[in-house]
């Protein structure tokens, strides 16, 4: 028995019948064809999935599309505006704040969410906002340096 939901991706309304146990970023992935949301784990550990549902970080390989139903999502895809990079992405690009690129867009997501709360964050708060997003290839420092990048840009006003 397949359930319909509705939702705004990256500011489109969407409508779709789905199986009701078909997860999130399955959802975006195969049937939006958004697949800059990454599948890492399946388990919640890695991060790589994170978009942001009415504002909050979330994991999109922990909760159904039913649990997205009316709700507004933002995946990568959707953070640059007019050919412009939302400036953690610029920030990520800047300050080689990735290698492999697997785990990027969950952790731009992350500290997109990270500098809303925390306009001005320091290092230790960088890195305790992104704990729930893993890279296997920086050691993290060119990331912390990306939010901070993004931070000062973003407190600049431009």
């Known amino acids: 028995m397949k359930t319909t939901v509705r939702m705004k991706v990256n500011g489109v309304e969407h409508s779709h019948e789905v199986e009701?146990?078909?997860?999130?970023?399955h959802y975006l992935r195969d049937v939006l064809g958004l697949t800059g949301t990454h599948i890492g784990?399946?388990?919640?550990?890695?991060?790589?999935?994170?978009?942001?549902?009415?504002?909050?970080a979330v994991k999109s390989c922990t909760m159904f599309a039913v649990q997205a139903d009316?709700?507004?999502v933002t995946t990568?895809?959707?953070?640059?505006?007019?050919?412009k990079l939302h400036p953690v992405q610029e920030g990520f690009w800047e300050c080689h704040g990735l290698q492999c690129g697997y785990c990027?867009?969950?952790m731009i997501i992350a500290a997109v969410q990270l500098l809303e709360r925390n306009p001005n964050p320091t290092e230790d708060e960088v890195r305790h906002g992104?704990?729930?997003?893993?890279?296997?290839c920086t050691g993290y420092q060119h990331i912390v340096e990306a939010v901070q990048y993004a931070a000062r840009k973003l407190g600049s006003g431009s």
């Open 70 to 72: 009316g709700a507004e």
């Open 76 to 83: 990568i895809e959707g953070l640059a505006s007019n050919g």
């Open 20 to 25: 009701p146990r078909l997860l999130l970023v």
């Open 41 to 56: 784990c399946d388990t919640s550990i890695c991060g790589a999935c994170t978009v942001l549902i009415d504002g909050q």
């Open 104 to 106: 990027t867009p969950g």
């Open 130 to 136: 992104l704990e729930g997003n893993l890279c296997r």
